[in-house]
């Protein structure tokens, strides 16, 4: 159960941010495509850093728990062996905190050029910490671990590419719709692993080992079952995906649609300007701080 609420909790977090950004690119589009910029973060209606709250504080609590769940080092000071994974997933959480803090700061500093790159390409980093950490973990991810983890890797990598895009390319709605899709998909990817630790939902063949801290299978055949089974929950996660961000992309749209622009006042006399004035609607102004 541990190790189930260990990925399911960060999961569900991770998952509301990359929807929160989702919605809120795609909105952002939506009221005036021409003006399109994609920030780092989204200020909230009522707390501005509501998001960087949440990350930073979920980054914390992360830190702490791995950090200080026992001893975190030996009498002399060396890592103990068991502890190396609690450390290399701290060293993530702490990129993560490191990012809100940063991204809080630059939003303070209005004089700084550049702010909205530098804290895209922190956001970056936060990525790139957790999918080298992934790809050097000490535990042995092997067998049906090994596919649920190798998947994971896949979709952080996407998270870089699209973080990276988005520091050069701001105005792409393709680049921070992908990005933040694939940070959602990161989400429910974790809670995904997590459901696999729960008992009575572990593969035909295949059972906790070393404590409930590992899977493993009895037989070839039964590993090659449960990685079939891992590849088809990811391919239908896929799909499911697809059609819940086609499904949101069309009400946002629909919600919020482009607001009218300025135009030249007709003019007594002009015929095709008055006609112009005529068909002309209000509009509401919208700020958005970044």
Known sequence: MEEALGHVVPGIIISGIGLWQLFNHIRLFSLDPGTYVAPAWFPAPRVRYLELLV????????????MFRSMPFNADGSIPEARLRHHEHAAIYATIVFYAGAAVYLDHSRLLRGRRTLCTLLGALVYAQELFMFHVHSTDHAGVEGQFHWILQVIVAACLA???LGAGF???????MVRSVALTFQGVWFMVIGVMWLPGLIANGCSLEDGGHSIRCHSDKSEHH???VINLQFGWC?????LFVVGLYSYVCR??????????LP?????????AGHCMRGFTSLEIEV
């Not at 896929?238 to 697809?242: D, E, Q």
């Not at 919600?255 to 030249?264: F, I, K, Q, S, V």
């Not at 007594?268 to 006609?275: R, S």
Request: proline residues 8%; glycine residues 10%; charged residues 20%.
């Open 238 to 242: 896929l799909i499911l995906m697809a």
């Open 255 to 264: 919600r919020y649609p482009p607001e009218a622009t300025y135009g030249r």
């Open 162 to 164: 699209t973080a990276l």
């Open 55 to 66: 990350i930073l504080a979920g980054g914390a609590y992360g830190f702490v728990s791995e």
């Open 170 to 176: 701001p105005q792409s709605l393709a680049v921070s």
């Open 226 to 228: 449960a990685k079939a």
């Open 267 to 275: 003019e007594a006399g002009d015929p095709e300007d008055l006609k």
